[in-house]
């Protein structure tokens, strides 16, 4: 099993879900682990998970559905005096189910800010400094979802999030800091309900894949969860 003794990650929206289970798989290959919630009561459950593994754990609040919870986030992990190894872009939210016709420009915009403007703000906090310390790994979590006009907005923000993902990692060529999408496959989760294809625990250990890719690996490329759920990593 790789080691990530001493690094630092962050995942956006670990309370619970996809979030917790990539916090879980990354403290039990020794990574020191930032769990991130909208408030520190919804982080509890995934800190108590997290007091078994010999890392260090620290937590940063925030809504990223406001600029100001998404600077929150930002100064939480810079106060701790933290240098960010890998950042774990998993945080969404998903519009209400309607006609496309229907859906406000409002809906988008929060849409969009959550799942896009946020992480992109995140990725501004703190690619720099991995491009200055020369390692990184960078991980934007997208969707495989298609033909769905009720969930447009969605949809519409996950792609643009591949297209940014393969533009950042441009932006990034050959300075070691990899950034690549993850798909994690269709879940029972509160995003994805009961009806999913796929219990949450399936997301590892495919969803560390990116993380774990060997320095100047990859970068700008989809790697989806599922194709892995078999897998020895």
């Not at 309607?98 to 990725?123: D, G, R, S, Y």
Request: hydrophobic fraction near 40%; aromatic fraction near 6%.
């Amino acid at each position: 099993m790789k080691s990530l003794e001493g690094k630092w990650a962050l995942i956006t929206g670990s309370s619970r879900g996809i979030g917790q289970q990539v916090a879980i798989g990354l403290a039990e290959r020794k990574c020191n682990i930032i769990v991130h919630g909208r408030e520190k009561a919804h982080l509890n459950n995934t800190l108590n998970m997290l007091s078994k593994y010999k890392v260090k754990v620290h937590f940063v609040v925030g809504d990223l559905a406001t600029e100001e919870g998404v600077n929150s986030v930002i100064k939480g992990v810079k106060t701790g005096s933290i240098s960010l190894d890998i950042l774990y872009n998993n945080a969404a939210i998903m519009n209400k189910w309607k006609p496309v016709w229907e859906i406000t420009k409002q809906e988008w915009l929060e849409t969009f800010q959550v799942n896009l403007f946020a992480m992109i703000a995140l990725c501004n906090a703190f690619a720099p400094d991995m491009k200055k310390r020369g390692y990184g790994r960078i991980i934007n979590v997208t969707s495989g979802i298609k033909d769905t006009p009720n969930l447009a907005p969605y949809s519409v923000s996950k792609a643009a999030v591949d297209k940014y993902t393969r533009d950042l990692a441009a932006e990034l060529k050959e300075t070691n800091v990899l950034v690549n999408c993850m798909d994690p496959g269709w879940l029972k989760t509160d995003l994805g309900g009961p009806k999913a294809d796929h219990e949450v625990e399936t997301v590892l250990p495919g969803a560390l894949i990116p993380v774990l890719l060997d320095d100047n690996g990859p970068s700008g490329k989809l790697y989806s969860a599922q194709e892995f759920r078999d897998s020895k990593i």
